[in-house]
């Protein structure tokens, strides 16, 4: 059972940093365009130039205070009668806090102009903040620090119950990854911004990464919004990405404990940190700590660093600290101490890859500065299963995650195994089965353990290699598209939504057949990859099943949905 939950373990985190490898590679990509098409696009109205115009501006400013203020006017008078979630008076008092977490916990839902009213006026204060926050322990018993939550209101309503709401007496720091992910993103920031503007000096909000606009479109922030706002909901995800721009990048805690999203480098500088616009994602909100010295790229996730104990002694040394304390990764434990003692991950979001597959935790620091941890789990059907059905549960999710991978890399995987098998017996050896799959899919795996469960074997260790493919199937394939254009859109489908999700401003989820093509000739250009403008045609009619001249993207998506093969 252990040696399951530690391969469960590795498989869900694996997967969960290629998928940002992948994410950090397209920002990167839209960077890119931002800094060379600028430019190019001021001085052209072309199709070309129009589209990349609308790439170029993703979350800027929504409107100024006035045109904001009058079009939200008196709340209680543009909030219809028959509304029966919760209602707001500004500015916000404690009262109004209880009042939404009351609602929150009854799966109610805060009008969109109270949502707007909240955004516009939590934008006027973190506009005005520093990039590091600094706080005292002096006026307080102790400080709450808390990780990721991702959209998990569960988590955030069990702290508040469990540690107590955020008051003077009680302040909180929260480092980052509010949203995504989990299915509450929305209620969380609601929450979050609300007891930042009641308490302004004692709730603090680092920024992490996934309070980026590219990532809220990949992993559901965005499409939480959407459903849940049909109306306002574009004018909200702009308020919400002019929120998370201007958020703080870190908060030092009596000049002693610095706490910051991901980590450091060997070139962080804090006081460089400080003056910097914060409106672009830095890569402190990318890094990770590890047990080797020095400061290499992280390859892993595509963005910041790998640092080492020498490099966390050289930060404290300089800077006079005692403790790095950051989160960005999720722990079973909900927490993990490393470099000695000198650096702390905190994660927040219990149930974070499956139900019962890690706990989460929060810090408490008092003014000895000695780290004290709460750990918890929300608990829901967990509760009624065994350990061992637990985590048998656990595992079967990650090896469902692991097979979908597997099929995503097809012709590529079996191009590697034919490398071992010349003769085209199907055949291979083990060990030429593992190393085969770790080539494609580099995830680091212990391929060798967990092989029982993804291919077939005779007694002698000879494997079927493709019977590794046999549980999966697209459910709609199309013959008339060629096959490893069907891959490539499958392979890379998260790619092709974000892209097709910032061209599709009005989020309609329709674009126009040209702008499939435009969309198609930014996704080949992030991956160079070449097709025909025929087969591009081709694949679009396919697409367009109701032959109205636009393409829903939840079409195109469930073309190309992996479903489990019937066994009968």
């Not at 290629?18 to 098409?37: C, I, N, V």
Request: net charge neutral.
């Amino acid at each position: 059972m252990e040696m399951k939950r530690r391969y469960t373990w590795t498989i869900f985190q694996s997967i969960e940093y290629a998928g940002e490898q992948d994410q950090s590679r397209l920002s990167h990509f839209f960077t890119f365009l931002m800094d060379y098409y600028a430019d190019h696009c001021a001085e052209h109205s072309t199709a070309r130039g129009g589209l990349f115009s609308q790439l170029l501006n993703p979350s800027g400013e929504l409107c100024d205070s006035t045109e904001s203020d009058h079009m939200l006017g008196d709340l209680s008078t543009k909030v219809p009668s028959y509304y029966s979630g919760p209602r707001l008076s500004f500015p916000l008092t404690a009262f109004d806090a209880t009042v939404l977490l009351k609602a929150f916990k009854q799966r109610k839902q805060l009008h969109s102009l109270y949502v707007l009213q909240l955004l516009q006026e939590t934008k006027k204060i973190v506009k005005k903040m520093p990039n590091i926050i600094h706080l005292s322990t002096h006026y307080s018993k102790d400080i709450t620090v808390c990780g990721d939550l991702h959209g998990k209101l569960d988590d955030l309503l069990l702290i508040f119950y469990k540690n107590g709401l955020p008051m003077p007496e009680k302040p909180y720091v929260f480092n980052g990854d509010f949203v995504d992910r989990g299915e509450n993103s929305m209620e969380v920031i609601i929450i979050l911004f609300a007891f930042l503007l009641i308490f302004p000096n004692d709730v603090h909000l680092n920024r992490g990464n996934h309070e980026d606009y590219v990532m809220n479109i990949r992993y559901g922030f965005q499409k939480e919004v959407l459903r849940k706002y049909k109306t306002q909901g574009k004018r909200i995800l702009q308020l919400v990405q002019d929120v998370f721009r201007w958020l703080p990048l870190a908060t030092v805690i009596d000049s002693k404990v610095l706490v910051i999203h991901g980590g450091i480098s060997d070139t962080t500088d804090l006081d460089f940190l400080a003056s910097i616009e914060r409106q672009r994602i830095a890569d402190v909100l990318w890094s990770d700590p590890r047990n080797q010295a020095g400061c290499v790229p992280n390859t892993i996730r595509g963005g910041g660093c790998y640092f080492g104990e020498d490099i966390t002694d050289r930060m404290l040394k300089k800077y006079n600290l005692k403790l790095i304390i950051r989160s960005h990764e999720c722990k079973q434990d909900g927490y993990e101490v490393c470099h000695n003692g000198k650096v702390i991950t905190i994660f927040s979001a219990s149930n974070y890859y499956e139900e019962g597959s890690n706990q989460g935790a929060y810090i408490k620091l008092g003014p000895d500065l000695i780290p004290h941890f709460v750990k918890y789990r929300v608990n829901k059907s967990t509760r009624k299963l065994t350990l061992k059905e637990r985590v048998s549960v656990i595992e079967e999710s990650a090896l469902k995650s692991l097979r979908e991978k597997l099929f995503a890399h097809k012709s590529e995987v079996i191009a590697a195994f034919r490398k071992y098998d010349p003769d085209y017996t199907g055949k291979i050896s083990l060990n030429q089965w593992a190393l085969a799959v770790d080539s494609v899919l580099h995830l680091n795996l212990p391929w060798r353990t967990i092989r029982p469960r993804l291919v077939q074997s005779n007694a002698d260790g000879i494997v079927d290699y493709l019977s590794t493919f046999e549980c999966f199937q697209t459910e709609h394939p199309m013959k008339e598209v060629q096959p490893n254009l069907i891959e490539a859109m499958y392979k890379h489908r998260a790619d092709l939504e974000i892209i097709f999700g910032i061209i599709d401003k009005d989020h309609s989820g329709l674009i126009s057949m040209e702008e499939f093509r435009q969309t198609w000739k930014l996704f080949s250009s992030h991956l160079h990859i070449h097709l025909d403008d025929q087969s591009v045609d081709d694949l679009a009619r396919s697409i367009d099943i109701n032959k109205d001249g636009s393409i829903d993207f939840n079409e195109f998506l469930e073309a190309f949905r992996l479903v489990q093969k019937d066994n009968k």
